[in-house]
């Protein structure tokens, strides 16, 4: 059993910056790829970014790359999203997920947090 809990979520202004952590307990943090999704009012949940278990691979939905970066602290079972240039479109609730591969597909990750609101005033 892998625990999830993320926390940075917010209210800010279209071209401003937020930063999301998500905390990790239970099993070896380090033993899972770490994903990040996000699910707007009315729309399926949707593939943001994921993170291999020892950082060196990413990748990034095409509507957020160049502007969000996943990275981990495997020491304090951490992962983040540093979220720049955010537009009003980037309004969500994000998750953080873990599963044994990197995978856009929801369905790839076993465990899930419970959310945090993101958002983007125009």
């Known amino acids: 059993q892998v625990r999830l809990v993320e926390s940075g979520g917010g209210l800010v202004q279209a071209g401003g910056s937020l930063r999301l952590s998500c905390s990790a307990a239970?099993?070896?943090?380090?033993?899972?790829?770490m994903a990040w999704f996000r699910q707007a009012p009315g729309q399926e949940r949707a593939f943001v970014s994921f993170i291999s278990e020892g950082g060196a691979t990413t990748m990034y939905a095409e509507s957020v790359t160049g502007r969000f970066t996943t990275s981990r602290d495997n020491a304090k079972n951490t992962m983040y999203l540093e979220m720049n240039s955010l537009k009003p479109e980037d309004t969500a609730v994000y998750y953080c997920a873990a599963g044994l591969i990197g995978s856009r597909l929801t369905t790839r990750y076993d465990y899930w947090g419970q959310g945090t609101q993101v958002t983007v005033s125009s």
């Open positions: 239970g099993r070896t943090f380090s033993n899972y790829y």
